[in-house]
């Protein structure tokens, strides 16, 4: 009787706990869409209107959440479009980091492409030089003559910030201060820069891609070969691809 008794609790418990995180899983629909700035070290994103209600809510529904970056374009030739149609499909967007030099007759639609679509253009250098081997007056041209070419485009300045390579120094960060801009970073390689194969790619990305990464990824036919491939993947594993928030409070801390 007493063996009865307690299987029966035991079951009654079970029913309860289900139901109750059945009904938090959807009082969480009910929330505002999560929004994100950048963490202080720059390579992650952070949650910024957050709450223990979301996060339980969150792991209970496996979601994750990344911050796609694509770096060195316009690349021409039909490449930035394909990855826009990608990201269409997925319902993702990205933060495209431009170099200036890279911005022609040929391509300069693009920009107005990548911005109707939801996506963020970024400020990726004039001509991809390596800010923290310049002087500071370098810096200054590798900045703000950028800037003022993309808002010649598109009718506005770009937020972010992205060192070629990666490469900066307390220098670069004043620098990037002083025009009202954050640097932006990443966590996640996807590789491409290095390797040559669309699926070695993918499956290098796939180890790299955590929670509330920001994925280095690059304005290339490889990389353009596999990202249908990968985005899928990560959606799968319960990944959203968001944007941070430039109109935060916190929109980035350096």
Avoid at 50 to 67: I, M, N, P
Avoid at 83 to 112: P, S
């Amino acid at each position: 009787m007493l063996l009865y008794m307690y299987r029966r609790h035991l079951v009654v418990c079970g029913l309860l706990l289900t139901l109750f995180l059945y009904a938090l899983l959807l009082s969480a629909r009910g929330m505002a869409a999560p929004r994100f700035a950048l963490d202080k070290g720059m390579d992650r994103i952070a949650q910024t209107n957050g709450s223990g209600l979301r996060s339980v809510s969150d792991v209970l529904a496996g979601r994750k959440y990344a911050v796609l970056t694509f770096d060195d374009g316009p690349y021409g030739y039909g490449l930035d479009e394909r990855i826009l149609q990608i990201l269409r499909k997925h319902h993702a967007h990205a933060v495209f980091f431009l170099v200036c030099t890279h911005i022609n007759d040929a391509n300069r639609h693009v920009l107005g492409e990548i911005e109707s679509d939801g996506n963020l253009i970024g400020n990726h250098g004039f001509d991809h030089s390596n800010l923290a081997k310049l002087s500071k007056t370098e810096m200054t041209h590798q900045v703000e003559d950028c800037n003022e070419r993309i808002a010649q485009l598109t009718g506005k300045r770009p937020y972010y910030f992205r060192p070629s390579f990666g490469s900066t120094s307390a220098q670069v960060t004043d620098v990037v201060r002083s025009f009202g801009m954050k640097q932006m970073l990443w966590n996640a390689n996807s590789g491409d820069g290095w390797l040559t194969q669309p699926d070695q790619i993918r499956d290098f990305s796939l180890s790299e891609v955590e929670d509330q990464s920001i994925v280095l990824l690059h304005e290339r036919p490889r990389t353009a070969a596999m990202l249908d491939e990968l985005l899928t993947k990560l959606e799968e594993r319960g990944f959203q691809f968001e944007l941070p928030d430039p109109h935060s409070g916190n929109a980035a801390i350096d």
